[in-house]
């Protein structure tokens, strides 16, 4: 009994916080969630911070061109 009055208050709870951040989000944001990915934010920008997949595209062409110039043949 004492198990179910617990599962029972979890639920609640839960359904109070589902609720309260859906007036968040209806309300005080005009219905838009922030846009949390580092390439958006100007501040990490300026300080030269990326997210872990652009620096791997980074690295990736970095290796291209360095492969390209190895494999370059003059003068036949």
């Known amino acids: 009994?004492?198990?179910?009055?617990?599962?029972?208050?979890v639920i609640v709870l839960m359904?109070?916080?589902v609720s309260v951040?859906?007036?968040?989000?209806?309300?005080?944001?005009?219905?838009?969630?922030l846009y949390t990915s580092i390439g958006a934010n100007k501040y990490k920008k300026d300080r030269g911070v990326t997210s872990a997949r652009?620096?791997?595209?980074?690295?990736?062409?970095?290796?291209?061109?360095?492969?390209?110039?190895n494999e370059l043949?003059?003068?036949k």
Request: no cysteine; hydrophobic share 55%.
């Open 1 to 9: 009994m004492k198990m179910l009055q617990v599962i029972l208050l």
């Open 15 to 17: 359904g109070i916080v």
């Open 21 to 33: 951040l859906s007036i968040h989000v209806l309300i005080i944001k005009d219905g838009k969630f």
């Open 54 to 69: 652009t620096f791997d595209k980074i690295e990736q062409v970095k290796a291209r061109k360095a492969n390209r110039f």
């Open 73 to 75: 043949i003059l003068g």
